[in-house]
């Protein structure tokens, strides 16, 4: 059944899902100091507040404010606001600091793009970690979810993997926003098929949802050594973990977080993009939702996001 939501409901969603993201990003983040150990989540112990977010948040911040301003993404202002707003100390990649530099000292977004990695364009994880916001924002429209996040991604990702990690990253966030006001938690099996469809085959992104469905139930040392955990930084050895942690968990919010700290890597990031999707589904503060003592532990987001 199609229908339309009204602005409101959009930004409530994405909303939750912004929630869902920064609190696994900051609560990831803590686990890459000596203070803490994936033991310790597990346990139900939780690091010290507050828990500093990282780039992944303050991207998927400007993201939000990009979609609150005029209801889709304008690259051209985007990327002035990726600039504008980058803060170094919040652990953004040297391949990303220099597209950013670029744009900021005038170079417009396009020819910054695609001058990363001698010209390749950059296949690196940072679309898709920003965009589970925008996915649920645009829960009535895969279709538009997906070309809203091919939009928002090249403005620092030209090449296809990158995209692609993006696209499929919204889409999962759309349909669980969808199955959310639906009432319905789709079968593991049946979210990531519709992942894939949205995706064009070809791309090692596509090829990696594909695999995660046939390990649906399998111990994650194994999904880990088959689909990555985000150590490359890629979208390839990122994104496929990611969907096969939402699926597995969608209805739990606590469960995906311990899951991506468990598998290790770049568990910033994957606690983002997964705890992004989940909590479009979930809520926030709502039985396997995001914990409102999470939430308040979690560093506030910046004043203009807010």
């Known amino acids: ?35 803490a150990a994936p033991t310790d989540l597990a346990g139900g112990a939780l690091p010290p507040a507050p828990w500093e977010w990282t780039d992944d948040t303050e991207m998927a911040c400007s993201v939000l404010a990009e979609l609150t301003h005029s ?58 970690m920003r965009v589970g916001p925008l996915g649920a924002y645009f829960a009535d429209s895969t279709a538009r979810a997906a070309a809203q996040a091919r939009v928002s991604a090249e403005v620092t990702h030209a090449h296809p993997e990158g995209i692609a990690g993006a696209v499929a990253v919204a889409v999962a966030a759309a349909l669980a926003a969808r199955a959310r006001l639906d009432g319905h938690r789709p079968a593991p099996e049946r979210l990531l098929a519709g992942i894939a469809a949205a995706l064009e085959p070809g791309t090692e992104v596509h090829r990696s ?41 969608l209805d739990d919010y606590p469960a995906t977080i311990q899951r991506c700290v468990q598998a290790g890597g770049d568990l910033d990031t994957t606690a983002a993009i997964a705890g992004a999707i989940v909590a479009a589904y979930t809520g926030v503060g709502t039985p396997g939702g995001v914990p409102e003592s999470w939430l308040s532990a979690r560093e506030p987001l910046p004043t203009w996001a807010a």
């Open 1 to 35: 059944m199609s229908f339309t939501l009204f602005v409101d409901a959009r930004l409530a969603l994405a909303r939750d899902s912004l929630a869902g993201l920064s609190t696994g990003d900051a609560l990831g983040a803590q686990f890459f100091l000596p203070r």
């Open 209 to 249: 949802v594909s695999r995660a469905a046939g390990l649906l139930g399998r111990p994650l040392d194994r999904v880990v050594a088959e689909l990555g955990n985000g150590s490359r930084v890629t979208a390839q050895d990122t994104v496929g973990f990611t969907l096969w942690v939402a699926a597995t968990h």
């Open 71 to 128: 209801g889709g993404i304008n690259p051209d202002r985007l990327a002035l606001a990726f600039a504008g707003r980058c803060s170094p100390l919040r652990g953004y990649g040297a391949g990303a600091m220099t597209i950013l530099r670029l744009i900021r000292a005038g170079t417009p977004w396009p020819l910054a793009a695609a001058s990363a990695f001698d010209g390749q364009g950059s296949c690196g994880n940072g679309a898709a």
